[in-house]
């Protein structure tokens, strides 16, 4: 079973960057799609970004795209998500998962193993 522990999570000012952590315990992130999703007050829960177990291919939703980057450390264990140029519409409850689709999924019911969660909070 797959533990995952989110941070890094805050409040910034818009144009501001935060750069997300995920570290996982109990399994080996090379071996898991791994993504980020976001929800924010009164919407559902939205894909962000992930990250293939092989090879390494990221995918974006559009909204973010050329803003976050996700990556990971193997050595560490541990998923990042840099968010950069970040708007007030990027407040959200972050999410880090785990799944073990060989393909990107943007399904969050596709996904096994769920942190619970970071506070991103954007000022304007």
């Known amino acids: 079973q797959v533990q995952l522990v989110e941070s890094g999570g805050g409040l910034v000012q818009a144009g501001g960057s935060l750069r997300l952590a995920c570290a996982a315990s109990?399994?080996?992130?090379?071996?898991?799609?791994m993504g980020w999703f976001r929800q924010a007050p009164g919407k559902e829960r939205e894909f962000v970004a992930a990250?293939?177990?092989?090879?390494?291919?990221?995918s974006y939703a559009d909204s973010v795209k050329g803003r976050f980057t996700i990556s990971r450390e193997n050595a560490k264990n541990t998923v990042y998500l840099q968010l950069n140029s970040l708007k007030p519409e990027d407040t959200a409850v972050y999410y880090c998962?785990?799944?073990?689709?060989?393909?990107?999924?943007?399904?969050?019911?596709?996904?096994?193993?769920w942190g619970r969660g970071t506070q991103v909070t954007v000022s304007s």
């Open positions: 990250i293939r177990r092989s090879g390494g291919s990221t």
């Open positions: 998962a785990a799944g073990t689709n060989l393909w990107v999924s943007e399904n969050w019911r596709e996904y096994n193993y």
């Open positions: 109990g399994g080996t992130i090379s071996t898991y799609l």
